[in-house]
């Protein structure tokens, strides 16, 4: 299996069954009880009487399953057979277990560890130079490359967040930046910690590399750095840490100097107009699309995630790597169990050693806490008939394409590889993103089936429903209706294609849903390590 398996061929059949020896089908539609299905589709003789109801999207036994076999879907294991299942019973929670043990099973061939290493890293050859893409991006005068031209305002500590947001609303008002077309807005990115915390501990240090790294992310052209004065968080040493090129003006205030929070927002309101004109001073000019860093990241999955706009996203993500651009899957705990697909891409020994170190990470980190990583599959993804993190991750990995796997970085290190990369985060959206974002991704694709109205300020947001039902329900938030692979309106790799057009349109300033929403300000969640004091 590759990490982007196609859908098999169309059918009007009511179930589906993802590859060959799969224990169970997915029921395209809600199956009454006393349902008789042909499986003529499947290509299998006799028909399947359903013998529970069974919900859109879930799953069905194609065959008799003994308590304690293997379970199976997209050819991989799911988990165990918590008891007998008959064939056409409903396949889910009351019947399909996982232990800590299934994770990470590898395969026969593998080597020391229980992990195939590199059998699958095969190089994506990059397109001829005359079919390569562009799109139109901002160039900063040191190089980098922005998809979106904001001013930010930064906080080194929750207590300046309120200053801060007051600041950014002056500048929210219907005609506020009409004077400058070429500014994206005025946002600011506020959390609730920078303070009773070690001042060298690794919570205060990832805290300031991913704050660091939204300084540094191209897409900001001016920064306003704002604190209270007394924090573990210090304004001056995080600033001192951005190595920002003299071009990007940076003003550091702290409300405590200043003289309090409203002398505060005047000032900063003061300070921005001053920058107004000289961000808005910037043209969009053509740039190759391997200036693009790609995040990729799923939310509210749900049984059709793996089939539909993973596939397709994974798609979009190889041919952009075949531009010679990045892209960067994320969320560890929810690649967990899928994690030996991955190894088998790694171009060398050393990446597949990194992204198994901080799978073993996780499973410490969730021990220590009293968790299990398959706590991870939410109320949202078992409704929408995911069961087990093994199933939920061997969709979200889908995500990756097929390139070899070029680099795993730990949370908001910089994205510096180009090619098919990994970042260790979270599987909480807005964490995972925010370091996807510190990173340096300039564009990110969020892939949804129970529906989600997610944004990432200052990067543009592209949300993929992964059934029709959901575009149709929330077209509102919506960019792409990825349920038209199941109708058979498109093919999974003609889904990704399309995607592909879309992202290049994003970058060049096209507008996503959120961002027409005014989502993403929000978002902005550093993940939070180390004891609080």
Same mark, same amino acid.
């Given at each position: 299996?590759?990490?982007?398996?196609?859908?098999?061929?169309?059918?009007?059949?009511?179930?589906?069954?993802?590859?060959?020896?799969?224990?169970?089908?997915?029921?395209? =539609?809600?199956?009454?009880?006393?349902?008789?299905v042909?499986?003529?589709?499947?290509?299998?003789?006799?028909?399947?009487?359903?013998?529970?109801?069974?919900?859109a999207?879930?799953?069905?036994?194609?065959?008799?399953?003994?308590? &304690?076999e293997?379970?199976?879907?997209?050819?991989?294991?799911?988990?165990?057979? /918590?008891?007998?299942?008959?064939?056409? =019973?409903?396949?889910?929670?009351?019947?399909?277990?996982?232990t800590?043990?299934?994770?990470?099973?590898?395969?026969?061939?593998? &080597?020391?560890?229980?992990?195939?290493?590199?059998v699958?890293?095969?190089?994506?050859?990059?397109?001829?130079?005359?079919?390569?893409?562009t799109f139109?991006?901002i160039?900063?005068?040191?190089?980098?490359?922005?998809?979106?031209?904001?001013?930010?305002?930064?906080?080194?500590?929750?207590?300046?967040?309120?200053?801060?947001?007051?600041?950014?609303?002056?500048?929210?008002?219907?005609?506020?930046?009409?004077?400058?077309?070429?500014?994206?807005?005025?946002?600011?990115?506020?959390?609730?910690t &920078?303070? &009773?915390m070690?001042?060298?501990?690794?919570?205060a240090?990832?805290?300031?590399?991913?704050?660091?790294?939204y300084?540094?992310?191209?897409?900001?052209?001016a920064?306003?750095?704002?604190?209270?004065g007394?924090?573990?968080?210090?304004?001056?040493?995080?600033?001192?840490?951005?190595?920002?090129?003299?071009?990007?003006?940076?003003?550091?205030?702290?409300?405590?100097?200043?003289?309090?929070?409203?002398?505060t927002v005047?000032?900063?309101v =003061?300070?921005?107009?001053? !920058?107004?004109?000289?961000?808005?001073?910037?043209?969009?000019?053509?740039v190759?699309?391997?200036?693009?860093?790609?995040?990729?990241?799923?939310?509210?999955?749900?049984?059709?995630?793996?089939?539909?706009?993973?596939p397709?996203?994974?798609?979009? /993500?190889?041919?952009l790597?075949?531009?010679?651009?990045?892209?960067?899957?994320a969320?560890?705990?929810?690649?967990?169990?899928?994690?030996?697909?991955?190894?088998r891409?790694?171009?060398d020994?050393?990446v597949?050693?990194? !992204?198994?170190?901080?799978?073993?990470?996780? =499973?410490?980190?969730?021990?220590a806490h009293?968790?299990?990583?398959?706590?991870n599959?939410?109320?949202?993804?078992?409704?929408?008939?995911?069961?087990?993190?093994?199933?939920?991750?061997?969709g979200?990995?889908?995500?990756?394409?097929?390139?070899?796997?070029?680099?795993?970085y730990?949370?908001?290190?910089?994205?510096?590889?180009?090619?098919?990369?990994?970042?260790?985060?979270?599987?909480?959206?807005?964490?995972?993103?925010?370091?996807?974002?510190?990173?340096?991704a300039?564009?990110?694709?969020?892939?949804?089936?129970?529906?989600?109205?997610?944004g990432?300020?200052?990067?543009?947001?592209?949300?993929?429903?992964?059934?029709?039902?959901?575009y149709?329900?929330?077209d509102?938030?919506?960019?792409?209706?990825?349920?038209r692979?199941?109708?058979?309106?498109q093919?999974?790799?003609?889904?990704?294609?399309?995607?592909?057009? !879309?992202?290049?349109?994003?970058?060049?300033?096209?507008?996503?849903?959120?961002?027409? !929403?005014?989502?993403g300000?929000?978002?902005?969640?550093?993940?939070q390590?180390?004891?609080v004091?």
């Amino acid at each position: 299996m590759t990490t982007s398996t196609p859908l098999p061929a169309r059918t009007a059949a009511p179930l589906l069954r993802l590859a060959p020896g799969d224990t169970v089908a997915v029921a395209r =539609e809600a199956l009454a009880a006393g349902t008789a299905v042909d499986l003529a589709a499947l290509g299998e003789a006799g028909a399947l009487t359903v013998r529970t109801d069974v919900p859109a999207g879930h799953k069905v036994a194609l065959r008799d399953v003994a308590a &304690g076999e293997a379970v199976r879907k997209y050819g991989q294991l799911i988990g165990l057979a /918590s008891a007998p299942i008959a064939a056409g =019973e409903h396949v889910h929670v009351h019947n399909l277990a996982f232990t800590a043990s299934q994770a990470g099973a590898g395969s026969a061939d593998a &080597g020391p560890g229980g992990y195939a290493v590199g059998v699958d890293a095969r190089p994506t050859p990059l397109v001829p130079p005359a079919e390569r893409r562009t799109f139109d991006g901002i160039v900063r005068a040191d190089g980098r490359v922005a998809t979106r031209n904001y001013i930010g305002i930064l906080t080194s500590v929750n207590c300046s967040a309120t200053a801060a947001r007051r600041i950014a609303d002056t500048f929210r008002w219907p005609g506020a930046l009409d004077a400058y077309p070429n500014v994206d807005g005025v946002v600011a990115l506020t959390h609730g910690t &920078g303070c &009773g915390m070690d001042a060298l501990g690794e919570g205060a240090q990832l805290l300031r590399r991913t704050i660091s790294g939204y300084a540094r992310h191209p897409n900001f052209a001016a920064l306003l750095v704002i604190g209270l004065g007394c924090e573990v968080n210090q304004v001056a040493a995080l600033t001192s840490g951005f190595d920002l090129p003299p071009e990007v003006p940076v003003v550091a205030m702290t409300i405590q100097e200043i003289g309090g929070t409203t002398r505060t927002v005047a000032a900063g309101v =003061e300070r921005v107009r001053e !920058l107004l004109p000289v961000v808005d001073a910037v043209r969009r000019v053509p740039v190759p699309a391997s200036e693009l860093v790609l995040g990729l990241n799923c939310g509210g999955s749900d049984a059709w995630s793996g089939v539909t706009a993973n596939p397709a996203l994974g798609v979009a /993500s190889d041919l952009l790597v075949a531009q010679g651009g990045t892209s960067v899957l994320a969320e560890t705990p929810e690649v967990y169990g899928a994690e030996h697909l991955l190894t088998r891409r790694a171009r060398d020994p050393e990446v597949a050693a990194k !992204l198994v170190r901080r799978i073993r990470w996780w =499973e410490e980190y969730t021990a220590a806490h009293g968790g299990s990583m398959d706590n991870n599959p939410s109320p949202g993804n078992k409704a929408g008939g995911l069961t087990t993190i093994l199933e939920k991750s061997l969709g979200a990995v889908a995500k990756g394409g097929s390139a070899a796997l070029e680099a795993v970085y730990e949370y908001a290190e910089p994205i510096t590889a180009k090619g098919f990369t990994f970042m260790d985060t979270p599987g909480y959206d807005p964490v995972s993103v925010t370091g996807l974002v510190a990173g340096g991704a300039n564009v990110v694709c969020f892939t949804t089936g129970r529906g989600s109205v997610f944004g990432c300020k200052p990067a543009p947001s592209i949300k993929l429903a992964t059934n029709s039902e959901v575009y149709a329900r929330m077209d509102e938030d919506m960019d792409v209706d990825c349920g038209r692979v199941l109708t058979g309106e498109q093919t999974v790799e003609e889904a990704g294609r399309e995607l592909f057009e !879309l992202i290049l349109e994003v970058a060049s300033g096209r507008r996503s849903k959120s961002e027409e !929403l005014g989502v993403g300000d929000e978002e902005f969640q550093p993940w939070q390590l180390g004891a609080v004091m």
